[in-house]
């Protein structure tokens, strides 16, 4: 790679961290994936991706982080690990002039949003187009979501935040009676929350959000199969009160592998159905809205190789 100006661009999730190389007019290169249990820090992670031969010098970085950011300082929310922009100038032994920035991994999604292209989208409904603001919801190992208007970046950490009532009352419905592991969004909508959801709804234990999954692919007759269409109709209520709160009109991307694997299953239509019922003014906005799905799991990286770049002085 040509190194005139060379940064470093990463996404560190819960369970992988994925890290790359990014130039002006060549864009991101040599994405390597770890797996977080293999290693006992981010410095670890980092340190092990800059020994590869040949490694080219760096004038800075951006890491996306699953967690909270605040002056530079990180938490991942569900792994204990953390640190500030400092820490990852000193693992990356970044120059003096050089810069490291961590944003939150919503937020760096937000920012790749302007260069997707159609081989990193799936659209779930075409709605209206429009201008204004433009909301990611990741569902993942966790859940939260980060705005968008005019190039600024809005984040968040709802995944923190209560269930709206139209969520807990439905999800009441299903199970007759109160529900238990349900305090937070993020206690449902995750892959660990499918999986308590199965077993609340099902009275069958499932070791994995990917093997519900794959059971409803395989029989849509199923305990799976029940689990994931109610868990996408859910997902629908959900999809409305953010669309209530944050009039995404320029669209409502899902990202993470529990959003992708619920919303490629039949269950979709489920989930569409739940997001325009009848409703007062709000099926309008609901039917309006363009709705995406982002297939791409290593778009963070592009939304952070971003802002690494534009921090370095380079045109984006």
């Known amino acids: 790679m040509a190194a005139e100006l060379t940064v ?20 991101v290169t040599a994405l390597q994936s770890f797996a977080n249990d293999s290693f006992t820090s981010l410095e670890d992670v980092l340190k092990a991706y800059c020994a590869q031969p040949g490694f080219p010098p760096l004038q800075g970085a951006c890491l996306a982080v699953a967690g909270p950011v605040r002056e530079g300082q990180f938490h991942l929310s569900n792994r204990n690990w953390q640190g500030d ?6 693992a990356l032994q970044l120059p003096a002039s050089a810069k490291a920035n961590v944003v939150n991994d919503l937020a760096a999604l937000c920012h790749a949003l302007p260069a ?8 779930l409904q075409p709605g209206q187009h429009g201008g204004g603001q433009a909301l ?39 199970l007759d009676h109160e529900p238990e592991n349900a305090a937070s969004i993020e206690m449902l909508f995750s892959g660990a929350g499918l999986v308590r959801f199965h077993q609340a709804l099902t009275g069958s234990a499932a070791s994995s959000a990917e093997g519900i999954v794959a059971a409803c ?28 709160a944050y009039l995404p009109a320029q669209g409502l991307f899902f990202a993470g592998s529990v959003a992708r694997g619920v919303l490629n299953t039949p269950a979709r239509s489920r989930f569409l159905e739940s997001f325009t019922a009848p409703g007062g003014q709000l099926r309008a906005v609901c039917a309006g809205t363009p709705l995406w799905l982002i297939t791409d799991d290593a778009a963070g990286v592009g939304g952070a190789a971003r802002v690494a770049l534009a921090a370095a002085g380079a045109d984006v």
Request: hydrophobic share 45%.
């Open 8 to 27: 470093l661009a990463g996404d560190v999730g819960g369970s992988r961290t994925r890290l790359a190389l990014a130039a002006p007019g060549i864009g």
């Open 85 to 90: 922009a400092d820490s990852i100038t000193a």
């Open 116 to 123: 997707l292209i159609p081989g990193q989208l799936s659209c």
């Open 136 to 174: 990611v919801a990741g569902i993942g190992t966790g859940f939260n979501v980060s705005a968008s208007l005019n190039g600024g970046v809005l984040a968040a950490e709802l995944g923190r935040a209560s269930l709206p009532q139209a969520v807990y009352r439905r999800l009441q419905e299903l």
């Open 217 to 244: 692919l395989a029989s849509p007759d199923s305990p799976e199969a029940r689990t994931v269409c109610e868990w996408a109709h859910l997902l629908g209520l959900m999809a409305r009160e953010l669309t209530a």
